[in-house]
Every structure is written in structure tokens, then in C-alpha cells.
């Protein structure tokens, strides 16, 4: 077993060219995996089976590790039995059977209406930066933006007195994204008073909201400003970007806006994207159910009476 992983681990570094963090990833697998494997008597390629390596990650689980490491694990061993078949180390790949778990998907994390305020409202709009980013914050809520998409917007993206602005999304996918009222009288006001501070006079880039030195803001710059708010505003310190896109979404589904209009919006290309911000909606449905109609809550038994 250690000599065929020392073929496949000069395998990665010479014929894959496969970078260094990744190498060592796969290399850490493997040399738990073997460990386990001499453990159990398994010393020799030929004598590895499928029910070793099922053996295997049931006792990986018995330890409590989650499902995105077993799926990591499970590639890493996948890729080196592929490579012990085509050496010829092994006849046949002993991983053939094995389906691949499943990483658990977290419900994506939703601000409050109490807590986006909050956020919102924490830049000093006073100041030409402040109102920058309270625009970008706005924005952000407002239209359901990656934060990719909103600091690649320039001037002539917007259409301000039409309420809606163009973007290019994810694989070039362009849409138009409509405004609310807020965030367009905010946008006004910073074109106005804030954007003509922030630029160099002599820079004519087109970028809505340019940094300190008068550039575009970049995606980390970004990150960095939200997360400077998010804590003035007391919120978790999870927040991202994403969260307010998340939230953007489940709110305007918990207000009865149409699934596939939000999925226009978000700039998904299919529906099923979509659906995973339909959880607190449905929760909402069932908990008015619950409170409103007649019959669906426990009441005594009229026989108990007779």
C-alpha cells in the first residue's frame, strides 16, 4: 500500500503538475486512509475491497466528521484507486459502488427587517465615502446584486428615472434589475454629492463607486465595508455580501412575490436555485395555518363531555 502511494504522490507533483495545497490535501487522505487500512490487516493493493473502504468511512462517521469531509475523502481515495487500476496495481477500482456523500446544506442566513435597517442605516451618510457605501448597501437589498456585480456597475448601468439598472451576471448573463424608491433617491443623492468627491478629476473611469484613490472598489474592498457596518450594527459576524441578497430574496417571497420573477432578478438560471429561499415562506403559510384555521388546532373531545 505505501509503496503505491509514493507512485501516485510523485504521479501528483510531476505528470499532474496538480498545485501544492492540493497535493497535500490529497496526500493527507490518503495517509489516514492507509493507516486504517494496515490497521485492519490491509497491506497489500490486491486485498483492498469495497467493504474495507465502506468500513472505512463508517467509522469516519462513528467519529463525528462531517459530510463534506467524508465527500472530500472519498475523492481523494477515488482518484488513487483510478490510478491504481491504470498502473495496474489493481484489476478492477474497489470505489465503483460507492456513492459519494452528500455535504449538508445550511439554510442561508436571513437579516431580520429590524436588522437590515440597522445595517442600512449605519454609514454616515454625511460624508462622500459614508454615502458611498450606504448606496452600495442599498443597492445591494434593494436589487438582490453579487457583490461582484455591484462593483463591476458603471454610471451609464443605471437608469434612474426608468428605476432599474443593467447588470452582466454569472457566465455573461445580462438582466435588468428593477430599484425601489429608496435606493434610487439614495443613488441620486450620491451621484449628486458623493460620486464627484470620491473620483480624481483627471480619471475618467466609468466605475459607480469608486475606492479612496479614485479606482473601482474591488469585491474585497467591499467585503471589508460590510463587515465594518455589520458590526456597528451589533449584527452576527457570519454576515457576508450574500447574506443581503439571501435576504432579499426571502423577503420578497414572504410578501407574495412570484417565484420565477425572483429568480429573473437573482439572475438564476434555473428555477430550482430559487426554491431554497421559499423555506421561510413556507414556515410563515404554515404558521398563519396554524393560528387561523379552525381545525388545526387540538381542541377537547365532545365526547369527553357527554
Not at 438582466?175 to 424608491?181: E, L, Y
Request: hydrophobic residues 35%; proline residues 7%.
Amino acid at each position: 500500500m505505501r509503496k503505491w502511494l509514493e507512485a501516485y504522490e510523485a504521479h501528483l507533483a510531476e505528470d499532474r503538475s496538480v498545485a501544492e495545497s492540493s497535493r497535500l490535501s490529497y496526500l493527507r487522505d490518503l495517509h489516514h486512509f492507509v493507516s486504517d487500512m494496515e490497521r485492519q490487516g490491509i497491506r497489500t493493493p490486491t486485498r483492498l475491497l469495497p467493504f474495507h473502504i465502506q468500513g472505512y468511512f463508517s467509522r469516519l462517521r462513528q467519529e463525528g466528521k462531517s459530510a463534506a469531509t467524508l465527500a472530500r475523502r472519498l475523492v481523494s481515495i477515488r482518484a488513487w484507486c483510478r490510478f491504481g487500476v491504470i498502473e495496474r496495481m489493481i484489476e478492477r477500482d474497489p470505489t465503483l459502488q460507492l456513492e459519494l456523500p452528500k455535504p449538508g446544506r445550511k439554510p442561508p442566513r436571513v437579516l431580520t427587517l429590524s436588522e437590515v435597517d440597522k445595517l442600512l442605516d449605519a454609514p454616515d451618510a454625511e460624508t462622500p465615502q459614508g454615502l458611498r457605501d450606504k448606496t452600495m448597501l442599498e443597492l445591494l437589498y434593494a436589487t438582490g446584486l453579487r457583490v461582484s456585480e455591484l462593483v463591476a456597475l458603471d454610471v451609464d448601468h443605471v437608469r434612474i428615472q426608468m428605476g432599474f439598472l443593467h447588470c452582466s451576471g454569472i457566465g455573461s448573463r445580462e438582466r435588468i434589475v428593477p430599484m425601489g424608491a429608496l435606493s434610487v433617491q439614495c443613488l441620486q443623492r450620491y451621484l449628486e454629492q458623493g460620486r464627484p468627491k470620491l473620483r480624481k478629476k483627471e480619471d475618467a473611469d466609468p466605475a459607480m463607486f469608486p475606492n479612496h484613490l479614485g479606482t473601482r472598489l474591488t469585491r474585497q474592498g467591499f467585503w471589508k465595508i460590510i463587515k465594518k457596518y455589520g458590526l456597528a450594527a451589533g449584527l452576527p459576524p457570519d454576515m457576508t455580501p450574500h447574506t443581503l441578497r439571501h435576504s432579499f430574496a426571502v423577503h420578497m417571497l414572504d410578501n407574495g412575490a412570484d417565484l420565477r420573477a425572483v429568480q429573473e432578478m437573482l439572475g438564476h438560471a434555473s428555477p430550482q436555485t430559487t426554491q431554497k429561499y421559499q423555506m421561510s415562506e413556507r414556515a410563515k403559510v404554515m404558521e398563519v395555518y396554524n393560528r387561523t384555521h379552525p381545525r388545526a388546532r387540538i381542541h377537547p373531545d365532545p365526547l369527553d363531555s357527554i
